[in-house]
């Protein structure tokens, strides 16, 4: 019976070019027959690609591959040379950024629903009523510095942006965000490496994202101003309960003195009431 055997092709290569990749592939597959089918009792063996970047030959059981290059899948059907032209899902980027933006309105529509001041102006004592967070000044410090990791500039970029504000992302008056997809779209399609910069940062400056990520890692971290407000708030209602427990131990206390005073009184009237009556026999 035939062993198999390597079909010969160069290493593979998948190069970045202008409309995506380049490669080359190699596969193992058993002998064929002139009619191009494995011969009897041949096996197949697994799939090698090459990729240009890695310093290792990728080794699949399919000829299909789609954990190499992020959003391709291979189909291997031959050895040789291959390009592989892949374009930017410019839609998708415009929801990933619209979410974010959406995000961050719902939180800032949050803080301003728990923070209103309102008055009572037809009661005789014009009760003021005042949200939760209305006082609250570390919400809203956290709050401008969420606003401030979105909309400052990066500085380091050589790029043609530093600013969400320039691919559609601005800032309005009220604190909420507004993005124009249209914008986010002509930036993708003229300077698509650059709006990537923007995002994710190029060599060792960092992104918008990276920034916003460390913020909202640094906030909320379990020594962070959120955890530790939380704390400090979880102490004032210690302290206050305790208080209150003070308190209602003292009207408890003062309950039962006058309770007893008046047992006594009670058992005073009592007595006169006897003594009374035996002086009038």
């Known amino acids: ?13 998948v190069r970045p070019t202008a409309g995506g990749y380049r490669f080359t592939e190699r596969f193992w597959r058993a002998p064929s027959s002139r009619s191009g089918q494995p011969m009897n009792g041949a096996r197949n063996e697994n799939a ?28 291997l059907l031959k050895t040789g040379a291959a390009t ?32 209103t001041v309102t008055q009572d102006t037809t009661s005789t004592d014009r009760t003021v009523s005042a949200g939760p967070l209305a006082f609250d000044s570390t919400v809203k410090s956290l709050l401008s510095g969420l606003h401030d990791a979105l909309s400052n500039p990066v500085d380091g970029l050589s790029g043609s942006f530093s600013l969400l504000a320039e691919i559609g992302l601005t800032s309005n008056k009220d604190g909420t965000l507004t993005f124009d997809s249209s914008k986010l779209t002509s930036a993708l399609s003229t300077n698509e490496g650059d709006v ?5 940062g190029s060599g060792t400056t960092g992104g918008v994202f990276d920034r916003l990520h460390d913020y909202l890692t640094g ?8 955890a530790t407000h939380s704390n400090a708030l979880g102490d004032q209602i210690t ?43």
């Open 1 to 13: 019976m035939p062993k198999p055997k390597r079909l010969g092709s160069p290493p593979v290569e």
């Open 219 to 226: 906030v909320t971290g379990p020594n962070g101003p959120l």
């Open 196 to 200: 990537a910069a923007l995002f994710t």
């Open 48 to 75: 090698s690609i090459t990729v240009t970047g890695f310093a290792t030959p990728f080794s699949r059981e399919s000829n299909v591959i789609s954990d190499v290059i992020p959003g391709v899948t291979l189909t």
């Open 84 to 115: 592989v032209t892949s374009e930017s899902d410019t839609a998708a980027v415009g929801a990933k950024v619209k979410d974010v933006a959406d995000a961050y309105n719902a939180l800032v529509s949050f803080v301003n629903q728990q923070s």
């Open 239 to 281: 302290s206050l309960q305790s208080r209150i427990d003070d308190g209602q131990r003292s009207v408890d206390a003062y309950q039962a003195n006058l309770k007893a005073q008046f047992t006594n009184l009670e058992l005073l009237v009592s007595s006169l009431k006897s003594q009374s009556g035996l002086l009038g026999a």
